[in-house]
């Protein structure tokens, strides 16, 4: 039986001095709980709420393990806790926080991220998390933004063109969240991994919702292919994507071998993952609920396979093939990736946050071509030819 609770809305739970205690009750054969206040809260409205909302609502908000103080103001993020735009921000300040701590314990130099955080004059700000020149990993970026202002024509023009039916020719008030993480190790047997889960809310110009939706994504780009590493990986996202759907993993992985292709090249980044845009079914809800599973699955769907190669021996060779593919890495992402282009459309852009995912290093060789039957044109094959994981 699903519990309520009755709660002060906003001034009433402000006004809240003392003495809150429950009265259980049943209600048409339901079991409800109250939350009753003292004679402070009188005159104020209540709205009924589910106890788990209710629990949330009236919990502390914890910052010590953040990687920085919230972008949001802490008394509004209490006060408004339940907004869906607060929920998306302490996801992500919690998911970049527990990968940046999981990442700074598998570098053996003792290298720390540096923590930049960062605001926008338009908006809102982020916090940038960067880890360069370690044993472990060569560049590492975990970022947040949440971000609000007017999205500029251009932006508004490219949403339009996957779909959208936002209104052309004029600025429209926005609010985005999300967190962002390209991992470019020093192993040449440890794969790059990239992860993206976001939310973004478009409002019209007196301030009506016009739409939400959620977007994201997990994919792996190995430097040399180990089917059992795939296997893995993919397996874990499959996991996160079933709880919700059946048929999500399915969709959404090929979306993901679709979205990441260097057409120029013929060849897909990586041996993809998942990848989703403009999610707004079945309810917000479960929409964030999915979103929150596939973020709290990166960390199991990757550190297995970074402790296993992190200290697999190398040469040369395998040097250069890594800084070869890593400069097909650049390619995607200047050319074709959204994020890095609505980004650079948007007013007060961070453009140092923005290049983050992009290596400190890369390498491009005219007409390279790997040699017959290496490990080199085993990957390039699966690049150019997707396949079944699981």
Known sequence: MVGHMWVLNGPARAAIASGLWFIKSKS?????????AGSAALGYGLSRVTEAEAARALRPIQTDKFMAKPITDLDKMQREREDMKIRMELLILRIQA????????????????????????????????????????????????????SLPPPAVAQMNARGKHLPDGIKLPFFAAGVSSVIHPTNPYVPT???????????????????WWFGGGTDLTPYYLNEEDAKHFHSTLKRACDKHDPGYYRRFKTWCDNYFMVKHRGERRGVGGIFFDDVDTPSKEEAFL??????????PSYLPILQKHKDDGYGYAERQWQLLRRGRYVEFNLIYDRGTKFGLFTPGARYESILMSLPLTARWEYMHAPKPGSPEERLTEVLKNPRDWV
């Not at 053996?108 to 990993?137: M, N, P, Y």
Request: aromatic letters at 12%; hydrophobic letters at 35%.
């Open 193 to 211: 991994i990239h992860f993206n889960y976001r939310y973004f809310e478009v409002q019209s110009e007196d301030g009506k919702p016009m739409g």
């Open 290 to 299: 999915f979103v929150e599973s596939c973020a709290e699955a990166v960390l």
């Open 98 to 149: 527990e990968f940046c701590h999981a990442l700074e314990a598998e570098e053996t130099s003792g290298a720390k991220f540096r923590v930049d955080r960062w605001r926008r004059k338009e908006g809102g700000g982020g916090i940038s998390c960067v880890l360069q020149d370690g044993q472990v990993f060569e560049k590492a970026g975990v970022n947040i933004s949440v971000v609000h202002g």
């Open 28 to 36: 048409n054969q339901k079991a409800f709980t109250y939350l009753v």
